[in-house]
């Protein structure tokens, strides 16, 4: 069963380093998304790409934060000098076109982000 | 006002038991609801769709009122397996963001 996957499954940082997790999607799917986790809290929406570019971001998602899709397989969440308050599991997802769709979101298995 | 609110629980039960899970979402304009289900450090995964008819899938029943603006979520015959964090989770289309609800702890004890 095709299936979204994240690396690094795991990554510490200090405070003021970038940081960029990858995904790799499902592969005829056509929207993607980041979520955020916090331990012990909500599952959170940051941004969702569609067609090369942001259609949705949360207040989340600053200007430390930014996504890309560098070569048709690889979606990547960059936050450019973390925080501590950025430790968090972070989820990618995917869904296919809006034919066929239910909305069902396809999460990766997070990475997991500590910032010392 | 939150615009998912679950009541945290946790629902502790004992195998076998009928357990329901409540939900309320503040925002009229929502169009897709869903329960998921995560396990402890783990991803969330789909439970189930919920449609305003309500739907039923095996020992799950899922209900929708969209004037309440309440979800719902009924779990019989309960198993050790499913002791989780049921998340409830609205969104306003099938490609849009989905909103996530804090989630309800259900531990299912022998």
């Known amino acids: 069963e095709p299936e979204v996957t994240q690396t690094p499954s795991h990554q510490v940082t200090q405070m003021g380093q970038e940081v960029i997790l990858r995904c790799v999607p499902i592969?005829?799917?056509?929207?993607f998304y980041w979520y955020r986790q916090i331990l012990g809290q909500k599952v959170e929406f940051l941004v969702s790409?569609?067609?090369?570019?942001?259609?949705?971001k949360s207040e989340i998602f600053d200007d430390q934060f930014s996504v890309e899709r560098p070569d048709g397989s690889n979606f990547t969440l960059k936050i450019r000098s973390t925080k501590l308050e950025d430790s968090a599991m972070y989820f990618c997802?995917?869904?296919?076109?809006?034919?066929?769709?239910?909305?069902?979101?396809?999460f990766g298995e997070g990475s997991r982000l500590t910032v010392l | 006002r939150k615009e998912v609110e679950q009541d945290p629980g946790p629902f502790n039960v004992p195998e076998g038991a009928t357990v329901a899970f409540n939900c309320t979402y503040s925002?009229?304009?929502?169009?897709?609801f869903f329960w998921y289900r995560q396990d402890c450090r783990k991803e969330p995964k789909l439970l189930m769709s919920?449609?305003?008819s309500g739907n039923e899938d095996g020992r799950f029943t899922a209900q929708l009122n969209r004037a309440s603006q309440y979800i719902s979520l009924l779990i019989r015959d309960s198993k050790l397996s499913d002791s989780a964090t049921y998340l409830c989770?609205?969104?306003?289309?099938?490609?849009?963001?989905?909103?996530f609800g804090q989630g309800t702890t259900l531990q299912v004890k022998p």
């Open positions: 919920v449609y305003s």
């Open positions: 925002n009229s304009a929502s169009q897709s």
């Open positions: 592969s005829n799917h056509l929207y």
């Open positions: 989770v609205v969104g306003r289309s099938n490609t849009g963001k989905l909103i």
């Open positions: 790409f569609y067609n090369n570019e942001i259609s949705e």
């Open positions: 997802a995917s869904i296919p076109g809006t034919r066929g769709n239910t909305g069902e979101l396809f």
